[in-house]
């Protein structure tokens, strides 16, 4: 019987290891990722308005970032996010897509408040979207073409630079 304990124990721990390598080389690499799905048409509520807001991809190059407010990543890219759409407001439109499903309105309002962010945050309240774009780990950052379409994406927390380089990628971007 204690064979069978010491096995059942050990197994646990390395299907328990194994997840969390899993989890962290997804949340914290800050590769490029291949989502499995574009979003070719996004309409989702408006957390300022409460009111459904359609993405209009077609208008100029457009970057999603999907985000949650207690995640500590998500924290750190928040700053950088807000300088360089402020910065590039003419060329991109900057969208936050919110995991909603995943946080509380309460905290969702204090993010925004805390960092500043006036560019649109859209809630993606069942996670739909967010699977849609492939389920990455987040912050996750993701440039559309004029089709709606992934045109490159990049998980994890990115310094400064990196960040205005991969929104400088952007198709079209002028």
Same mark, same amino acid.
């Given at each position: 019987? %204690?064979?069978?304990?010491?096995? +059942?124990?050990? $197994?646990?721990? #390395? ?8 989890? *962290? ?15 070719? +048409? ?6 300022? #308005?409460?009111? /459904? %807001? !359609? ?8 970057? $999603? ?13 928040? /700053?950088? &996010? ?21 946080? !509380? ?6 993010? $925004?408040?805390?960092?500043?962010? !006036?560019? /649109?945050? &859209? ?9 849609? $774009?492939?389920? !990455? ?16 994406? %990049? ?7 990196? *960040? ?11």
């Amino acid at each position: 019987m %204690r064979k069978w304990t010491k096995w +059942t124990t050990a $197994l646990a721990f #390395t299907v328990a290891f194994a997840a969390i390598v899993y989890v *962290m080389v997804a949340n914290l690499a800050g590769e490029e990722n291949e989502p499995t799905a574009g979003a070719a +048409t996004m309409t989702l509520n408006d957390f300022a #308005t409460k009111l /459904p %807001r !359609t993405v209009d991809f077609a208008e100029k190059p457009t970057v $999603l970032q999907v985000f949650t407010s207690w995640c500590p990543y998500c924290n750190e890219d928040a /700053p950088k &996010l807000v300088e360089l759409q402020e910065k590039y407001k003419d060329q991109v439109h900057v969208i936050g897509i919110n995991l909603y499903h995943r946080d !509380t309105e309460e905290d969702l309002a204090a993010y $925004l408040t805390k960092y500043g962010i !006036t560019y /649109p945050v &859209l809630l993606d309240e069942d996670g739909s979207i967010h699977e849609k $774009l492939g389920k !990455t780990g987040f912050p996750a950052l993701f440039i559309m073409d004029a089709k709606g379409e992934v045109a490159s994406s %990049r998980v994890g927390s990115i310094d400064r630079s990196d *960040m205005e380089a991969f929104i400088q990628s952007a198709p079209d971007f002028q």
